[in-house]
Nanobody, 127 residues
Framework: QVQLVESGGGLVQAGGSLRLSCTVS????????LAWFRQAPGKEREFVGA????????YYADSVKGRFTISGDNAKTTVYLQMNSLKPEDTAVYYC????????????????????WGQGTQVTVSS
């Protein structure tokens, strides 16, 4: 198991940028991918994007494609979510989640594919 800690959230005006970090500790070698999800008040948790350690493959939700970028370091210690051109509808608590190597086919947008979650960091975009 790994422990995940998000940081970098805050208040920003529409059109601005933020970079979130997810720090990984523990058995990071057992993880296949890290993902970002978000949850706005009164809404279900929503997939934002994912980063696979092998080959640096990334996946993005259509709502953030072209504005958000996920990257990670080779040591499997940190994954970043660079958020540009932020909109008020991006306001949410952002969570980092870890997918572990299993026989099950990995589906990045499926929350059940993630075995560890961070506590979340609040992102608020003002209009």
């Amino acid at each position: 198991q790994v422990q995940l800690v998000e940081s970098g959230g805050g208040l920003v005006q529409a059109g601005g940028s933020l970079r979130l970090s997810c720090t990984v500790s523990g058995r990071a070698f057992s993880t296949r991918a890290l993902a970002w999800f978000r949850q706005a008040p009164g809404k279900e948790r929503e997939f934002v994007g994912a980063f696979m350690w092998s080959g640096d493959t990334t996946y993005y939700a259509d709502s953030v494609k072209g504005r958000f970028t996920i990257s990670g370091d080779n040591a499997k210690t940190t994954v970043y979510l660079q958020m540009n051109s932020l909109k008020p509808e991006d306001t949410a608590v952002y969570y980092c989640a870890a997918n572990y190597y299993t026989r099950r086919a990995y589906q990045p947008a499926r929350p059940d594919d993630y075995g560890s979650w961070g506590q979340g960091t609040q992102v608020t975009v003002s209009s």
